[in-house]
């Protein structure tokens, strides 16, 4: 069954744009090659602009992918080169992400 995940991240402000150049560099790619193998339906990367956590101390970032099922999802994660990445995002988060995912119960477009 279709899976929905969304993750918000907090990045230190200092280290926002290091972040985005980080994301871009390792991450990417892997979503590149996982949207092309169809084992992403949709993947999406937004920095938060607005909602109810608004700091000055943070960049808060909205990941948001859809996969066909947690197979998909288990190979993303478990991928050598997004845990090489995660090691060095991780770095640059001064709390843990708040992460949530399920089964996708209704849809449109």
């Known amino acids: 069954m279709p899976q929905a995940n969304a993750i918000i991240i907090r990045i230190r402000a200092s280290e926002a744009q290091e972040f985005e ?7 990417l790619p892997i979503w590149d090659e996982f949207a092309a193998d169809g084992k ?5 990367l937004a920095r938060v602009g607005f909602g ?3 700091r000055d101390d943070v960049a808060l970032y909205l990941i948001y ?3 066909p099922s947690m197979a998909e999802h288990s190979a993303h994660d478990h991928d050598p080169r997004f845990e ?7 770095r ?4 843990p992400p708040s992460v949530f995912g399920g089964d996708i119960v209704f849809q449109r477009g």
């Open 92 to 95: 640059l988060q001064p709390e």
């Open 40 to 44: 992403f339906l949709k993947a999406r």
């Open 84 to 90: 090489a990445f995660l090691e060095k995002a991780r």
């Open 21 to 27: 150049r980080l994301f871009e560099a390792e991450e």
């Open 65 to 67: 992918v859809e996969v």
């Open 52 to 54: 109810s956590e608004e």
